[in-house]
């Protein structure tokens, strides 16, 4: 099929890029933007391991068209630092524990963002209701929790 | 995992995107949320030729409500935007309810409910409190269009009466009468996604002279090979005071007019308790 000119913006810079428009934001992220933060695992929406945020939202990347992320402000994990200071949630994820073989934190932390962008001081089980989507075999879930529970109390 | 390669059209209109779907026929598909039509064609499923995506349709993405005709929900309407909805969440809280159900977070931000009905599993969460709500669903093509019940539209699993050329626009939901509440009882499978093993949905409507029911509706999913409505269980109660012995007698015929095609036992077991809960508590909100 023919390639498409398109225009992304992620984390705050803009770029043009032309894709095949059966092409996933997650492969144009990771292989023509080199931003190798969200990871594909399952490929069909259930693990959240390539989970972006799109207007703040957390959004699976692997199931979105690249050409439908046009106008819209995408952040990935590698636009959470500010000026080379780590944001909150990922001091807490590596102060508690949190990450074990790293393979979901990409995901975890950034849809733990938006639980906390929406609701400053969730309750555990609406932390654990919100991270559902996100798979992970190391921790047990625990320490996630945990660290969640620091960032968003560090928030005050 | 990759999508095969499709052509790729964005219409700005229903009327192009019916257009577009009466030139391709079924070598196109529709895209709305993307979370199950994108899995399908990963796993080859399904191989559309063309993809029609509706997101630049912007009037498709709207939620109305009308003191007289009800609320309508159009087919780009997300899972969570039916959660967040002030309205829905005021005068529909089951549906919202079963909307907070369905799939994750993430899911629930890319997934519509048009999408969901469209796929048609018979576990599709949001259809139980649908079916109780007598919801229709306006279809459109090049030539027309027709309004259809939603209980006409699953004619079996993953199966709907949608033809190639329609596309589902709207869902539209009547005004509740007064005195009316539901709700919606669940239980899912321990998986990552959680699907539904029985969905029980229960509309009352309750005389507040005399406390008898005028109207009862029972919707349940995943006991059958589509979502159905429990009328003779409905019949049972219909008119009467619900006392405890009729709670219990319309649970069981409900439990009895299921259908379901695994783990029968227990699937029909667990839909005689949540029917029991879900009269239980759409009496105590009416209360």
Known sequence: ?156 | MRIPKFEYFRPLSIEDGCSLLYKHKTEAKILAGGTDLFVKMKKKQILPRVVISLKGVQELDRIEWDDREGLKIGSLVTHEALVNHPIVREKFDFLSEACFKIGTRQVRNMGTLVGNLCNASPSSDASAPLLVLETKLKLVHLYGERTIPLQEFFIGPFQTALDPQEIVVEVQIPKPAPSTAGSYQYLHKASSVGETLVGAAVLLTMDPKDSTCQEARIGLSSVASTPIRAKAAERTLKGKRLEEKIIREAAQVASDETQPRSRPWYRREMSRVLVERAILQAMEKIR
């Open chain 1, 1 to 156: 099929m023919k390639k498409q000119l398109i225009e992304l913006r992620v984390n705050g810079e803009s770029c043009e890029l032309a894709v095949e428009p059966q092409r996933t934001l997650l492969e144009v992220l990771r292989e023509d933007l080199g931003l190798t933060g969200a990871k594909e695992a399952c490929g069909t929406g259930e693990c959240g391991a390539c989970t972006v945020l799109i207007d703040g939202k957390p959004i699976l990347s692997c199931l979105t068209l690249a050409i439908e992320a046009q106008g819209k402000e995408i952040t990935t994990i590698e636009g959470l630092a500010k000026a080379g200071e780590l944001h909150p949630l990922q001091k807490a994820f590596i102060q508690y524990g949190a990450i074990q073989c790293g393979y979901c934190a990409s995901g975890m932390i950034l849809n733990a963002k938006s639980i906390l962008d929406e609701n400053p001081k969730p309750s555990r089980e609406e932390i654990l209701k919100g991270l559902e989507g996100n798979l992970c075999r190391c921790t047990g879930y625990n320490k996630i929790l945990d660290a969640v529970m620091a960032a968003s109390i560090g928030k005050d």
